[in-house]
């Protein structure tokens, strides 16, 4: 069965004043329709460079992008994107931030009908009754629900999602990735999220891509997440395949971390004033228990 989605070949490099920087370097991933996939990795890696290149707001230097058959170049409404901010037009209510890309893609719409379609995905994502809000009037969480809104009200072929709930509290981003895997299941858009969080990816994705440090980050490994859907938390957690899959992804994630710091230039000497010594501190990777926070620092 062929790919709905392949990444081949990709490869990104910026000019620099020493000479050319390769990011990503022969990037290769294949997803099938329907899947959720989670790219991590340590910051810095690519993983957004290798999302912004498929959404098509960055060029790509080398490889290929294919999405249903075509080639994939620049932008287009075919994606839709949930950034890490929510980027809504301030002086706009709910509906009329999402209506923005609705009346462009169902431009052949009444009016009437692209209102209903902004209202059905503002009240999935709980914000029925903040329909005529301003941005400035809604919590961080409920701006979220916009973006995610947004996104799904385009139809996309495929859903990006670039750390989209990275700047909540806890409870909060619990909260929205349940509201986000709820409304991914009504229609299993194919999906490619970026994120750091180990236990998120395990709870929302088929499958997660591991990405090795940079430069020339490529795919290091690819885990299964086999969990049954549709998906409860506390039932992910509880299943006896969960502790083992989280200990493999701490696992590339430390691995990785260790070849970084080995790979890192040697430290200056150390200084005889406490502002240079903190200065040049670093701090060990540290993987938190789900109980106490769903986040692991990389």
Same mark, same amino acid.
């Given at each position: 069965m062929s790919a709905f989605v392949e990444l081949s070949q990709l490869t990104k490099i910026y000019p620099t004043p020493k000479g050319p920087a390769i990011i990503v370097k022969d990037f290769n991933l294949k997803i099938q329709k329907g899947e959720f996939i989670t790219l991590i990795g340590h910051s810095g890696c690519g993983k957004s460079t290798v999302l912004s290149m498929l959404a098509g707001l960055n060029d790509v230097t080398a490889g290929v992008i294919v999405l249903a058959g075509k080639e994939l170049v620049g932008a287009g409404p075919d994606r839709g994107i949930v950034f890490q901010s929510p980027c809504l037009l301030p002086w706009m209510t709910a509906m009329e931030n999402v209506l923005l890309g609705v009346d462009q893609v169902f431009y052949t719409a009444s009016k009437e009908e692209r209102r209903q379609i902004a209202e059905y995905y503002l009240t999935l994502v709980g914000l029925g009754e903040s329909l005529h809000k301003r941005p400035g009037e809604l919590s961080q969480g409920m701006r979220q629900r916009v973006g995610i809104a947004r996104a799904f009200a385009l139809s996309p072929k495929m859903l990006l999602l670039d !750390?989209?709930?990275?700047m909540l509290d806890s409870l909060t981003r619990w909260e929205l990735q349940q509201v986000l895997i709820e409304l991914w299941r009504k229609d299993q858009k194919t999906a490619l999220m970026v994120t750091h #969080? @180990? #236990? !998120?990816? /395990?709870? /929302?994705?088929?499958?997660? @891509?591991c990405m090795t440090d940079g430069p020339e980050a490529e795919v290091g490994d690819i885990i299964e997440v086999n969990f049954p859907r549709p998906r409860v938390r506390q039932a992910v957690m509880e299943h006896p395949d969960y502790y083992k899959l989280r200990e493999r992804l701490i696992e590339f994630l430390e691995v990785h971390a260790h070849r970084r710091k080995s790979a890192a230039p040697a430290a200056p000497p150390a200084a005889s004033t406490p502002e240079r010594e903190l200065?040049?501190?670093?701090q060990p990777a540290r993987a938190s228990a789900p109980g106490d926070s769903p986040m692991v620092a990389v």
């Open positions: !750390e989209p709930f990275g #969080d @180990v #236990d !998120e990816a /395990l709870f /929302l994705s088929d499958r997660i @891509v200065r040049h501190g670093t």
